[in-house]
């Protein structure tokens, strides 16, 4: 592995307070792989055999019942999944397939378990990744419950807008089929949801996403930092 990718790693709170010699035996026993557009990592329902770090490119998260799919989560570097799985050495509740061609590191899980109870560091931090994950899904629950459609695109469209930095055009990282059902909506409804924003100021054009006035989208998404604030 190349040392920026493990100060990348390193950098990770998962990471960042393990003891050196327990981080260098993770790194050495992971395996870092490239992967094209289109790949399916993990199916739900198989052992969990490791734990994925995402070094570079996306990753979506899915789950499929009775015909039908759904996006769960999109993981970008550097991110891991699934933990719980790992932790409990049971089955994967989720999919995963490789929206670009990225660099995943994994871990074998057995190894991820026992450096978790010999470093006491680690188990802190895993129990630190274990609770913000719960409450990631708390918010997610709320922000599909408690809004419309259009309510949820407006405010993913300021936190990406404030993910990059304010700056302008916003780029949609991944198809819009794919967002739309990371949303919780159809292709019809994420269409239509575009088409109630742009009198909020918002334009959109393939990928990219204008905020012509801005002070008008968020009037219109009233974001809650006990939704959208990643950090609460």
């Not at 629950?141 to 300021?158: P, V």
């Not at 269409?191 to 959109?204: E, I, P």
Request: one cysteine or more; charged letters at 25%; proline letters at 5%.
């Amino acid at each position: 592995m190349r040392h920026e990718d493990a100060a990348a790693v390193r950098a990770m709170k998962l990471f960042r307070d393990v003891r050196d010699d327990s981080f260098a035996e993770l790194i050495a026993a992971g395996f870092l792989q490239r992967f094209p557009p289109g790949v399916t990592l993990i199916h739900e329902n198989e052992p969990a055999d490791f734990l994925h770090v995402v070094i570079e490119g996306l990753v979506e998260m899915y789950a499929a019942s009775g015909g039908r799919e759904t996006t769960i989560d999109l993981v970008r570097p550097v991110g891991v999944f699934i933990l719980a799985a790992v932790l409990n050495d049971q089955v994967y509740l989720q999919s995963a397939r490789t929206l670009e061609k990225a660099r995943i590191l994994m871990v074998p899980a057995a190894r991820v378990r026992s450096t978790m109870m010999s470093d006491p560091d680690f188990m802190q931090a895993v129990v630190i990744e274990l609770a913000r994950d719960y409450r990631r899904s708390i918010k997610d629950l709320k922000n599909q419950k408690l809004r419309t459609g259009a309510e949820r695109l407006a405010n993913w469209i300021l936190r990406c807008e404030a993910e990059q930095g304010g700056v302008a055009p916003i780029e949609i990282i991944c198809e819009k089929r794919v967002l739309a059902s990371r949303l919780g909506m159809t292709p019809e409804n994420l269409s239509r949801a575009f088409a109630t924003l742009r009198a909020h100021g918002v334009a959109v054009k393939g990928s990219r996403i204008e905020l012509t006035q801005p002070n008008f989208l968020a009037r219109f998404a009233n974001p809650n930092p006990l939704i959208d604030d990643p950090e609460k």
